[in-house]
Antibody, heavy 124, light 108 residues
Framework: EVQLVESGGGSVQPGGSLRLSCADS????????MHWVRQAPGKGLVWVSR????????AYADSVKGRFTISRDNAKNTLYLQMNSLRAEDTAVYYC?????????????????WGQGTTVTVSS | SYELTQPPSVSVSPGQTARITCSGD??????AYWYQQKPGQAPVLVIF???ERPSGIPERFSGSSSGTTVTLTISGVQAEDEADYYC???????????FGGGTKLTVL
């Protein structure tokens, strides 16, 4: 069964840092573009970032640009999100998801496998 | 900035047809995707590439596209379909991904 497992969430003070991880199980991780998506309590889904299959291309939502860094280690089948200068408004459940868009438009969505989510709370 | 617009809520009785729309200027250029999310659960992809249905998704779920609007249609709605539904697409350059604000489907 294809599965993604996130870890690394927790509570942190404003201005602090966290690194989230997302480990795959059961699919050829290195072949897929990947995304991070977050959901604040009681709110909708918000795209955060995406990375291409070999890690050479990344993109970010304006709200996290310059503070968050997405990366991957294909040898370890793991996706990462380094979050710095955290703010209260970054409080959310963070999901990693596999991109299944057609090759010609890879990275544009069609997220067919999702992790269970990891909770990040930013509060003093 | 580019946005995808969905109605906040849709209500239907069991057995009826629910239609959820999503509007955005780049939708003629980019595929749309639809996700179902139930409380406390991760989203599930129910429609991809505007109108295709992943394996395991019931046939009552369908998608269509017309100009700057895409529509998720659920025919013969069942109580288990009560959930939040999100459309998702990309900007015209394909660099940024975005979600609509979500639509809460209530089965009366």
């Amino acid at each position: 069964e294809v599965q993604l497992v996130e870890s690394g969430g927790g509570s942190v003070q404003p201005g602090g840092s966290l690194r989230l991880s997302c480990a795959d199980s059961g699919f050829t991780f290195r072949s897929y573009w990947m995304h991070w998506v977050r959901q604040a309590p009681g709110k909708g889904l918000v795209w955060v970032s995406r990375i291409n299959s070999d890690g050479s291309s990344t993109a970010y939502a304006d709200s996290v640009k310059g503070r968050f860094t997405i990366s991957r280690d294909n040898a370890k089948n793991t996706l990462y999100l380094q979050m710095n200068s955290l703010r209260a408004e970054d409080t959310a459940v963070y999901y990693c998801a596999r991109d299944a868009a057609p090759i010609a438009v890879a990275g544009t969505g069609g997220m067919d496998v999702w992790g269970q989510g990891t909770t990040v709370t930013v509060s003093s | 900035s580019y946005e995808l617009t969905q109605p906040p809520s849709v209500s239907v009785s069991p057995g009826q047809t629910a239609r959820i729309t999503c509007s955005g200027d780049a939708l003629p250029k980019q595929y749309a995707y639809w996700y179902q999310q139930k409380p406390g659960q991760a989203p599930v992809l129910v429609i991809f590439k505007d109108s295709e249905r992943p394996s395991g998704i019931p046939e009552r779920f369908s998608g269509s596209s017309s100009g700057t609007t895409v529509t998720l249609t659920i025919s013969g709605v069942q109580a288990e379909d009560e959930a939040d539904y999100y459309c998702q697409s990309a900007d015209s350059s394909g660099t940024s991904v975005l979600f609509g604000g979500g639509t809460k489907l209530t089965v009366l």
